[in-house]
Every structure is written in C-alpha cells, then in structure tokens.
C-alpha cells in the first residue's frame, strides 16, 4: 500500500470550517454562505437546449473533442479576449478547470527536482497538485523572488482567486519574457477573465503579451463561472501546440473524456454574450451591496478588482474574523487557505443569491 492521504496532502481546507458553519447556522435567519463560489443561479437555456440536443450520445467522446466545439473556444477567445492567431488544435477539452490543473505537473512528466512557482495568495489546487506529482513547489509573485532556480512551471492568475487582483499586460509581458529566456512553462488560470470590475483583464495568449506567439505558453478556462455550468464540468486549456499535444497524448491514455452532450454545451454558451452579460450584472449588483456593507462594519477590502470575491479584512487574524461573522449568521472563506500571506484576510464571495446577499448586508449593517 502507498503512504495515506494524510501524509501526502494537507486536510481539506473547507473541512476545517465546520465548527463556523454550524454556529453560522444556528442563526434566526439561517446561514448566508459566502464561503464557496459556487454559481447558484440558473444554467441558461442555451446550455440545457444543446445539453438536451446532444443527449442521444451511445458512443464514446475523444479526448481531444470534436473540432466544432474547439473551434467555439478559439472564436470566443478572439471575440471576448482579442486572443488572434489560435488554431482549434491548440485547444483541449478538460472536465472543469480544477482537474485539469490538479494533473498537470503528473501529466506534463514532472516530478522530484522539478520546481513549480504558484503566487502567494493562490488557489491550493496548484500547490496540490505540484506535491501530488513530487515537486518543489514555491510561492512567489515575482521572478526576483524566485532566486537562481529555473522553475519547470510557474502559474499566473488573473483575475486572482482569492485576491481579485488584476495582472496588467506589462507585467504578464515581462514575466512571459522572463520565462522565456529561461524555458519555463507559463500556465495562466483565467477562469476569471470576464470578471473584470476595475480595470481590463488581459489573456497571457493576447497579442500585447505574448507577441502573437503562444510558445511556452497555456491559459485554462472554465464555464463553470461564466455560465453557470460548474454542474457540468466543462472547461479548456489552450495555447503552446505542442504543450497541448503532449497533454492530449497522455490523457487519451487516462482516458479523461468530457461527456459528448456537455461538449455541446459548452459550445453552445461560448457561442452565447448575451447570458453573460446578464450574469455580469447580477454580480455588479451583488458585489456593490456587500462591498458598501462591509466598509460600513469597519471592513477594508484589498484588490478585489475582478473575480468573484470581496478580500476583506479587520486587521485580526483571519480566523478570528470568521468567528465574528459566523456569529451573524455569515459564513467566509479564511485567508489562511491560500497561504500565509493571507493570514489576516477573508474572501467574501458575492455568487450568493439577492435574497442571501441582503441577509448579509442586513446583519453586517
């Protein structure tokens, strides 16, 4: 048998919440959880139309998807990002962004001796799946804080989770140069990247910072955020040719298959503006009222730029502040999970329903 769970990662960090949720719960009016961005209003149609459209699906789906559905993320990609000169066999379907990231190190070859660079506030996910494959890993958000060593992948991300801080061109340019004198691989996660409420978002594969050459280069994308379809598992990375085929090569192996009918789907929304755009205003709105709210207890809120959440702080330690929001009844996310650097911070997430957000903005004011 191999080592156990335990020895190999660290504990789930929303299984460490439980004591905060229960007494969040005990409140009159019932928990707000602001803790987990999950979408929570409805899939739109479009995605249900062709869901059900594609439905009749008795064979098995490729791995790599078919050329339609590929060709949808390239079209989107120019459409809403100004991303040019992408090619559908630069693009490979994965089930959800999550999965894709959590096997990439393992499914790219790497393992003990190889480095990997993550920011220092990031999603565990990419430390995770570093240590699931046996690397270093390091959490820098620059390349001087890197040192003397060539990491062998280094993420980027943004519209940041937790932080909402947005990355400029210049800065994704200088790091891509960087990167590129060195051979390092740049993995950039934008599964935020229409979620931009200060400031413009900018696609590492944009002309601005890549030179219109995606060599080195992969950004991951999701539609779980953007339409509402984390029920789905329907996401893509793009980018570097020959990065992609060497994923490809390896998943058909694993047989990582997103499910035909949620391929179509996937098309079908990325096909779509207008029910993002409907969302994005859902979550002006939301984002606007807990904002105001928060500011008005004595909260300050730090970046929070993009994304889907509000970083907050009362400059305690972050547990601390959770306790006296579970005490109202609102249950956040601890800066804690994403690093030491957010040991006094919280992520509020504003993905809650209009009814849960003016509960919170109730009991905050």
């Given at each position: 048998?191999?080592?156990?769970?335990?020895?190999?990662?660290?504990?789930?960090p929303?299984?460490?919440?439980?004591?905060?949720?229960?007494?969040?719960?005990?409140?009159?009016?019932?928990?707000?959880?602001?803790?987990?961005?999950?979408?929570?209003?409805?899939?739109?149609?479009?995605?249900?139309?062709?869901?059900?459209?594609?439905?009749?699906?008795?064979?098995?789906?490729?791995?790599?998807?078919?050329?339609?559905?590929?060709?949808?993320?390239v079209?989107?990609?120019?459409?809403?990002?100004?991303v040019?000169?992408?090619?559908?066999?630069?693009?490979?379907?994965?089930?959800?962004?999550?999965?894709?990231?959590?096997?990439?190190?393992?499914?790219?070859?790497l393992?003990?001796?190889?480095?990997?660079?993550?920011p220092?506030?990031?999603?565990?996910?990419?430390?995770?799946?570093?240590?699931?494959?046996?690397?270093?890993?390091?959490?820098?958000?620059?390349?001087?804080?890197?040192?003397?060593?060539?990491?062998?992948?280094?993420?980027?991300?943004?519209?940041?989770?937790?932080?909402?801080?947005?990355?400029?061109?210049?800065?994704?340019?200088?790091?891509v140069?960087?990167?590129?004198?060195?051979?390092?691989?740049?993995?950039s996660?934008?599964?935020?990247?229409?979620?931009?409420?200060?400031?413009?978002?900018?696609?590492?594969?944009?002309?601005?910072?890549?030179?219109?050459?995606?060599?080195?280069?992969?950004?991951?994308?999701?539609?779980?955020?953007?339409?509402?379809?984390?029920?789905?598992r329907?996401?893509?990375?793009?980018?570097?040719?020959?990065?992609?085929?060497?994923?490809?090569?390896?998943r058909?192996?694993?047989?990582?298959?997103?499910?035909?009918?949620?391929?179509?789907?996937?098309?079908?929304?990325l096909?779509?503006?207008?029910?993002?755009?409907?969302?994005?205003?859902?979550?002006?709105?939301?984002?606007?009222?807990?904002?105001?709210?928060?500011?008005s207890?004595?909260?300050?809120?730090?970046?929070?730029?993009?994304?889907?959440?509000?970083w907050?702080?009362?400059?305690?330690?972050?547990?601390?502040?959770?306790?006296?929001?579970?005490?109202?009844?609102?249950?956040?996310?601890?800066?804690?999970?994403?690093?030491?650097?957010?040991?006094?911070?919280?992520?509020?997430?504003?993905?809650?329903?209009?009814?849960?957000?003016?509960?919170?903005?109730?009991?905050?004011?």
């Open positions: 048998m191999g080592r156990p769970v335990s020895a190999r990662f660290p504990d789930f929303w299984d460490t919440l439980a004591a905060a949720k229960t007494r969040a719960a005990e409140h009159p009016g019932g928990i707000v959880d602001l803790s987990i961005g999950t979408p929570v209003d409805p899939t739109p149609e479009v995605a249900r139309a062709a869901l059900v459209a594609a439905a009749d699906a008795p064979g098995y789906p490729t791995v790599l998807g078919p050329v339609e559905v590929r060709q949808a993320a079209s989107w990609l120019e459409r809403r990002a100004g040019t000169g992408l090619r559908p066999d630069q693009v490979l379907m994965t089930i959800g962004s999550k999965e894709l990231i959590a096997n990439l190190p393992v499914q790219l070859g393992g003990a001796g190889d480095l990997v660079v993550f220092e506030l990031a999603y565990p996910t990419y430390e995770v799946g570093a240590r699931y494959a046996g690397c270093e890993v390091l959490a820098a958000d620059s390349t001087v804080a890197i040192g003397p060593r060539t990491p062998a992948l280094l993420y980027l991300n943004s519209p940041a989770n937790p932080s909402g801080r947005i990355l400029g061109a210049d800065h994704l340019r200088k790091v140069t960087w990167a590129r004198e060195r051979g390092v691989l740049v993995v996660d934008e599964c935020y990247l229409e979620f931009a409420w200060e400031g413009a978002a900018v696609s590492v594969l944009h002309p601005d910072v890549s030179g219109g050459d995606h060599t080195g280069l992969l950004a991951v994308h999701s539609t779980s955020k953007r339409s509402n379809l984390a029920g789905y329907a996401a893509f990375v793009a980018g570097d040719a020959a990065v992609v085929a060497e994923l490809l090569a390896v058909k192996h694993l047989g990582f298959m997103v499910p035909a009918p949620v391929q179509q789907a996937m098309a079908a929304t096909a779509d503006d207008t029910h993002v755009d409907d969302q994005l205003q859902r979550y002006a709105r939301r984002r606007l009222r807990l904002r105001a709210a928060l500011e207890a004595g909260y300050t809120v730090d970046h929070s730029e993009g994304a889907l959440y509000l907050a702080t009362r400059d305690e330690p972050c547990r601390a502040t959770v306790d006296r929001l579970a005490e109202v009844g609102i249950l956040v996310a601890p800066g804690d999970f994403y690093g030491p650097a957010g040991a006094r911070h919280v992520r509020v997430a504003f993905t809650a329903s209009d009814e849960r957000v003016e509960a919170a903005v109730s009991r905050l004011t």
